[in-house]
């Protein structure tokens, strides 16, 4: 069972200001955004987005504006300065879900980001860093090399139909599935992390690598994937 005493009291000591991430407002711990900003930023509620297969994916924001501001400049700028606001959108959100679903996941939890593209070295490594800090703050095990790439696929957000991301993701990762985690451990739960889920094609080929594989499945490991924004297809379009 997660103790989400020992998290609350984490957070609080991670605060050393006790400030609002987006406008520095004065906050009382564990909150991480004031009001305002929670609503300017679209937090969420701790509710599912959608059901892949079998894996329930959450995300913490809607894509707008105000986030807008800040991840692109961290994703292609590599601007690491919004990097701790950014990886407290995520905290703030998933401390919620615990403490509204308490028994959602059980141990062990291990997070694992999408990896960088084969073909685009520069792609996704701003997710490493995010997941770390993510998985700190909960005491999780980070796996950064959980998942790899089986062959090259084109950008998701250079295709403009549904069918196309789908069939470009289609077998594209797998799992090294034990290794690089702890063997002798039942029922796992892997928490999948990207930023941006659009259609939901690349966290269902990143469940299905798992589940594709038969020790995992042995283990009775699950799958639950967690992204920082919904950006929804015709925004691309």
């Not at 059980?106 to 070295?121: D, S």
């Given at each position: 069972m997660i103790v989400l005493s020992g998290v609350v009291e984490k957070l609080k000591r991670s605060l050393q200001n006790e400030m609002c991430s987006g406008c520095g407002v004065a906050l009382k711990p564990p909150a991480l955004y004031c009001p305002p900003c929670t609503q300017r930023f679209g937090i969420?509620?701790?509710?599912?987005?959608?059901?892949l297969g079998e894996s329930p994916v959450y995300t913490a924001c809607q894509?707008?504006?105000?986030?807008k501001k800040w991840l692109y400049p961290y994703k292609f700028e590599h601007q690491t300065h919004y990097k701790g606001p950014l990886a407290d959108l995520w905290i703030q959100y998933w401390q919620s879900l615990l403490e509204k679903q308490p028994t959602l996941i059980?141990?062990?939890?291990?997070?694992?980001?999408?990896?960088?593209?084969?073909?685009?070295?520069h792609h996704r490594p701003h997710?490493?860093?995010l997941a770390k800090t993510f998985a700190a703050m909960f005491g999780y095990p980070y796996v950064p090399h959980g998942l790899d790439w089986q062959r090259e696929t084109e950008a998701q957000h250079t295709l403009a139909h549904k069918r196309q991301r789908w069939q470009n993701m289609a077998g594209s990762l797998a799992t090294g599935y034990p290794a690089g985690f702890k063997q002798d451990e039942f029922s796992p739960t892997i928490l999948l992390l990207d930023d941006i889920k659009t259609t939901g094609a690349t966290l269902f080929e990143a469940t299905q690598a798992f589940q594709r594989n038969q020790r995992f499945q042995e283990t009775g490991g699950k799958c639950v994937g967690l992204t920082l924004c919904h950006?929804?297809?015709a925004f691309h379009k």
């Open positions: 969420r509620k701790p509710e599912p987005l959608c059901i894509f707008n504006l105000p986030l059980k141990p062990p939890v291990y997070v694992v980001p999408i990896p960088p593209r084969q073909n685009n070295p997710l490493g860093p950006l929804p297809l």
